[in-house]
């Protein structure tokens, strides 16, 4: 019957959901409020829960508006301190809402479910006072003439504020034919005064033709309004007829002031039995509301910022210009005209991609707010006391992404609640708060979108998972053992791995966390996991921003083109065939590269999944280094082409059960290559279970030479001419045009991200061979302080790791640390720094280290093997005001401050040294009494996550690497300042 009213209740479905999205919350706050009951909170539920019960009037949502009215005036009351909250009264109100959510999601069978239980709950939560009287006989009605949804307490605010309550009668589809979304025709007719309710003519909807496009369906709405009749008839085009006075209630008894009478028909003789009077529409069988439409679904609308339509409108308008620029050009044969129209093309495309996707970005609290309830019903399920604490609601994702993580992190949070926070009585006796605290916390990193679900419980207990595993046959005693720490706590997430005891319906079942990872996984995320035995737990989520455009690196191997998601590239290694035997290790079948004091596991996408064997190696292997959680390995490919941003589609049936692909894409070249998906490729090479012993990799690492090295990036200004600068010293690498770079009083500048980026030429600084400029060129960003300098370079070649006794007599500059040999060449390193220093001065501060007033300059003690590293520090620290006392070894260092009677601001330590590592070091330094307060810092060249990790463990205070000179002068001068 109501196919022709689909738009208006699908508009009304999404208004709704609008309505109630922070309702759960609102009234937990309340709950939370007791006795001082913050009233604008629940003026705010009561108008969300009055506008369903209107609009659900105007439609013929007879469960809808019964259940709406019903919780509309327990509010009521509520907002009038006639009503005292407490825990057991929110529950009831909370499950009359999802009551209430329900019946809006199926709107198009609501009248068919019964609320009758949840109405009869909420009128007994008032006690004495009855909202809803049942029935009362026909002839006790029949002199009464009675308003629809108007109460007595409508009629006293009309009369106080000098209003008249006028029922208009509409035809439903000629008055909204102009307005087709009913809330804003709601809100235009509230313009007018205040909108009491409204209802359908039962009698012209029983003879109601849908087929007849002139047949009329009159419905009522009551209007409390300053206007005067003729006024209302003016503004509407109404006959005056259609507007009457409405007349107030009488009352009758037994019937509360405040119930909502409904009109009933006069005749006796028509009606033998009682009329309901919570119905605003009469209920007789053949004017049933009949199924209409299923309600829009969660991808059919969303809500865009007029900024962001208007600044789409904008850019439009820029790619037709942009057009017809391309189409005037393309017969003129000028490339370089062409040229800058396709770049201006590129530019305008690239923002109206960025503003798309604006358009499907959501807030994450969307999805956070409702975890509030979950904590709060949970903990009272299971006698717990829990407190949510939520950060970066306002973190944005794309709408695909916040649809698909509600029911892992739903998961998490229960999770927290019933395995991992313990009972008060349990708590207070291991000397914690009664209260369990959880923490939910999204933040932006490396761009990518992190969630933190913490809580300060019990912990995970490795060996009782280890034990778990033998049990389930899942792994055998001597692979249990084998675990590390790490390794075992990820047990949690093998398919049907539970350690409850018990089976509830909250947990036990053993098929959470596997799901839970996949779900995660689905959306191109990652999940793993931390814990402390007694003091918590934490999981890690990280997730892209959207999955409809993916930034990819793309590969090629035995002739197939590979994309692989940048979100999950650490980054990119080359070795030189020459050093493959001295950086390769092989495990049980498994090959390991030695890098930066890691052993990183290696997959190929051909032969099966396994590396090449050595002789089919070339003169050099390239190693994309991949991130899976918090886990490592390498992918081995034969070149590495350019970065682009793919569309996923999908991979045909005969190749769709390959589990560690995720689809396919067409280049730009028009190629097709297939997306890899690095945690299928992690599950399948069960990369978190190769893992060496301790032993193992100690001996294994211990292979290497002596000599310590260093990464950098190798480039060229002419083929017979190659530079080195260390990686620790870069920002970022640029490619651009040589045109974009200007001359501006005598100096090298080019416009960068808003501002001018000043350049450094080596021609400049050094006697080289003029640079030879191509079409493009290279600008390698150097962080100098708090500003930038870039780098002019034609030609990057590789990264490499260089020898750390450089060879510093034969090429002397200032700007040079040294030199070396690299792949039979000899190669310049340079000092950054130095360069800018002393081509732009102004860039570094003067004397940053602060000194004493009494002692003079500061003083530390430095420990470094390397005899370059430690000239070089003590150098610059000396420059800088320092007093240095420098060592070759831990051991050293350590009987001098034994002994001394001097006192020192700072400790400087390498971490790979003989006779006494810095780790052992700063050991020494934390366990002695008279030392323990000092700074020590790690300047290493050790990058990796595992050394931080360890530095953190021994109380080193800051890790950072080699060669930043700039970074380590600065934080010095800031503990000093401390001090």
Request: glycine share 6%; with cysteine; proline share 3%.
């Amino acid at each position: 019957m109501f196919e022709d009213c689909v738009d208006l209740i699908n508009d009304f479905v999404v208004e709704s959901r609008d309505g109630l999205e922070g309702i759960d919350n609102q009234l937990l706050e309340i709950e939370a409020s007791g006795e001082n009951v913050d009233t604008d909170i629940v003026n705010e539920v009561f108008r969300a829960i009055h506008s369903i019960k209107g609009a659900s009037g105007f439609l013929g949502l007879d469960s809808v508006g019964r259940l709406a009215h019903s919780l509309e005036n327990i509010l009521d009351l509520l907002r009038n301190g006639q009503f005292v909250i407490d825990s057991h009264r929110v529950g009831v109100m909370l499950s009359a809402i999802d009551k209430l959510r329900f019946l809006i999601e199926n709107v198009h069978t609501s009248n068919e479910h019964d609320v009758s239980h949840e109405i009869t709950q909420l009128e007994q939560l008032t006690n004495s006072r009855e909202t809803v009287t049942t029935t009362i006989p026909v002839e006790t009605a029949i002199d009464v003439k009675q308003t629809p949804c108007c109460t007595q307490d409508d009629f006293q605010a009309a009369l106080e504020n000098g209003q008249q309550i006028y029922e208009v009668t509409f035809d439903l589809f000629e008055s909204t034919e102009s307005n087709p979304d009913l809330t804003d025709f709601i809100e235009r007719l509230g313009d007018l005064g205040t909108v009491l309710g409204g209802y359908l003519d039962s009698a012209a909807l029983t003879n109601w033709d849908a087929n007849q496009t002139n047949s009329p369906l009159p419905w009522t709405v009551s209007i409390a309004t300053q206007l005067d009749q003729e006024s209302l008839a003016r503004f509407f085009m109404l006959p005056v007829e259609n507007i009457k006075p409405a007349q107030q209630i009488v009352e009758q008894p037994g019937v509360e002031d405040n119930t909502p009478v409904c009109e009933t028909d006069n005749s006796i003789e028509k009606h033998q039995h009682d009329v309901s009077l919570t119905t605003e529409i009469a209920h007789k069988p053949s004017a049933k509301v009949q199924p209409v439409t299923a309600p829009p679904t969660a991808e059919s609308s969303i809500r865009v910022s007029v900024t962001v339509l208007n600044r789409l409108m904008n850019l439009v308008g820029e790619l037709v210009l942009g057009r017809n620029q391309l189409l005037q050009t393309i017969g003129s044969e000028n490339d370089r005209v062409l040229l800058s129209v396709a770049s201006r093309i590129d530019q305008v495309t690239s923002e109206v991609q960025e503003a798309v996707m604006k358009t499907r970005l959501q807030p994450i609290g969307n999805v956070f707010n409702k975890f509030t309830r979950i904590v709060r019903d949970l903990s009272q399920k299971l006698n717990k006391q829990c407190e949510l604490d939520i950060k970066g609601k306002d973190v944005e994702l794309d709408k695909t992404i916040i649809e698909g993580i509600g029911d892992p992190l739903t998961h998490l949070i229960r999770n927290a609640v019933d395995h991992g926070v313990e009972t008060p009585e349990v708590r207070q006796k291991a000397g914690k708060p009664a209260v369990g605290r959880l923490e939910l916390n999204a933040f932006h990193q490396e761009g990518k979108v992190n969630i933190i679900i913490s809580d300060d419980g019990a912990g995970i207990d490795a060996e009782r998972l280890r034990k778990k595993a033998v049990e389930k046959s899942i792994l055998t005693s001597a692979e249990a053992e084998q675990l590390s720490t790490e390794e075992a706590v990820r047990l949690i997430f093998h398919p049907g791995f539970s350690t409850a005891d018990q089976i509830s319906d909250v947990s036990g079942r053993g098929v959470g966390m596997d799901v839970v990872r996949t779900n995660f996984e689905q959306l191109g995320g990652t999940v793993d996991v931390e814990t402390n035995v007694g003091k918590g737990t934490r999981f890690i989520v990280r997730l892209p921003l959207t999955l409809a455009i993916i930034p990819s690196l793309v590969v090629s191997s035995r002739g197939n083109r590979y994309a692989v998601p940048q979100m999950s590239v650490s980054e990119l290694v080359r070795v030189q065939r020459s050093e493959w035997s001295s950086r390769m290790e092989k495990i049980r079948g498994t090959k390991l590269l030695r890098l930066r004091g890691n052993l990183l596991p290696l997959v190929d996408v051909n032969s099966n999944n396994q590396p090449q064997a050595d002789g089919e190696l070339a003169d050099s292997i390239n190693i994309v280094v991949l991130n899976y959680g918090e886990i490592q390995f390498g992918l081995i490919v034969d070149a590495l082409h350019d970065t682009e941003e793919i569309v996923v589609k999908p991979l045909g049936r005969h190749i769709k059960n390959v589990s560690w692909l995720a689809g396919a894409t067409i280049l730009g070249d028009g190629q097709i290559a297939f997306i890899i998906d690095v945690a299928g490729l992690a599950n399948q090479k069960r990369i978190g279970l190769i893992e060496t012993s301790d032993v193992e990799r100690q001996e294994l690492l211990e292979k290497h030479d002596d000599q310590e090295t260093l990464e950098a990036l190798m480039i060229a200004n002419h083929p017979d001419e190659q530079f080195a600068i260390p990686i620790s010293q870069i920002s970022r690498i640029e490619k651009i045009s040589p045109a974009e770079i200007e001359t501006i009083d005598g100096r090298l500048v080019m416009k960068y991200r808003g501002s001018s980026l000043p350049l450094l030429s080596l021609e400049r600084h050094f006697h080289t061979r003029p640079i030879e400029f191509g079409s493009e060129i290279y600008i390698v960003v150097c962080q100098i302080f708090d500003s930038e300098v870039g780098l002019i370079t034609p030609e990057v070649l590789d990264t490499h790791r260089i020898g750390t006794e450089l060879d510093t007599q034969t090429l002397q500059a200032a700007g040079l640390l040294g030199s070396t040999i690299v792949n039979q060449k000899t190669t310049r390193v340079l000092d950054i720094f130095q360069m800018a220093k002393s081509e732009y001065p102004h860039m570094i501060p003067d004397k940053l280290s602060v000194t004493h007033n009494n002692t003079g300059a500061g003083k530390l003690v430095l420990a470094e093997d390397s005899n370059f590293f430690r000239s070089k520090m003590k150098s610059f620290l000396e420059e800088e005001n320092w007093t240095v006392y420098d060592f070759e070894n831990g051991s050293e260092a350590w009987e001098f401050l034994k002994s001394t009677q001097e006192s020192f601001d700072l400790v400087i330590t390498d971490i790979e040294m003989p006779v006494m590592d810095g780790f052992e070091f700063c050991q020494k330094i934390r366990a002695s009494d008279h030392w323990n307060h000092i700074p020590v810092i790690a300047v290493t060249s050790l990058a990796d996550s595992e050394s931080h990790a360890r530095s953190q463990a021994v109380g080193i205070t800051e890790h950072m690497i080699k060669l930043d000179r700039a970074k380590l002068i600065e934080t010095l001068s800031r503990y000093i300042s401390h001090s």
